[in-house]
């Protein structure tokens, strides 16, 4: 009954490598982004999605692609793996019309990135 | 520059006693205001929402203020208990395309 899941929780790596996160929402929202938390525990947004149509699209690497199957999955992938890419990645949802957020947003657990 | 800042990173209270964060922005107008509550391992969980036109909302024990000319949100949360700890962030809109800004958080600690 997860509203928001993301695989995996832990992701360990080398640097170089390319690895994808997965994030699913079951709540039928329009809008998924993808947020970046540092070990200030800043919060970032790094992407948003409007029903399969990227709408945020931040001064992100571009190593780091999202991907949006259908309205209720967004992936993210990410190429060339750097040690400063090591942060907490976080999914959400949210009722939105596009390229307005008035509504709450639903978070996933997190994924704990850790480049090597 | 535009900032969204948060009163302490960290604030001790006493059970019973009410907890006030504060959030300041700069260059920012946002029409509206969010209160997260984040505890440790886990992702930001929704509290309220405050629009630019209200002054103030109340939930259970929370309330929230927002003053668009002083800029500032307050987060109030009376007859606090330990359960009541986490890490609390406030966010706005930058009123260009729908995306939230958050401030860094106030880790709030309830003592019994």
């Known amino acids: 009954d997860t509203a928001v899941s993301q695989t995996p929780k832990y992701l360990v790596t080398q640097m170089g490598n390319d690895k994808s996160i997965k994030c699913e929402q079951n709540?039928?929202?329009?809008?998924m982004y993808w947020y970046k938390q540092d070990s200030k525990k800043f919060l970032k947004i790094m992407f948003s999605?409007?029903?399969?149509?990227?709408?945020i699209n931040e001064t992100v690497p571009n190593r780091f692609s999202p991907k949006s199957p259908d309205k209720a999955h967004l992936n993210l992938h990410i190429n060339s793996l750097e040690l400063g890419d090591s942060a907490v990645y976080f999914c959400?949802?949210?009722?939105?019309?596009?390229?307005?957020?008035?509504?709450?947003?639903?978070f996933g657990p997190g994924t704990r990135l850790t480049v090597l | 520059s535009q900032k969204i800042e948060q009163n302490s990173e960290a604030l001790n209270i006493q059970e019973g006693k009410t907890a006030t964060l504060t959030c300041n922005y700069t260059?920012?107008?946002?029409?509206?205001l969010q209160w997260y509550r984040q505890d440790p391992g886990r992702g930001p969980v929704f509290l309220l929402l405050?629009?630019?036109?209200?002054k103030e909302k109340r939930k259970e024990r929370l309330k929230v203020t927002f003053d668009t000319t002083l800029k500032q949100s307050l987060f109030h949360i009376t007859a606090s208990q330990p359960a009541d700890s986490a890490t609390y962030l406030c966010?706005?809109?930058?009123?260009?395309?729908?995306?939230?800004?958050f401030g860094q958080g106030t880790e709030l600690s309830v003592k019994p």
């Open positions: 959400a949802s949210s009722q939105d019309g596009a390229g307005v957020a008035y509504n709450e947003q639903f």
């Open positions: 405050i629009r630019e036109n209200e």
């Open positions: 260059n920012y107008s946002p029409a509206y």
């Open positions: 966010a706005l809109d930058d009123n260009q395309g729908g995306k939230l800004i």
């Open positions: 709540l039928g929202h329009d809008t």
């Open positions: 999605y409007n029903n399969k149509e990227l709408i």
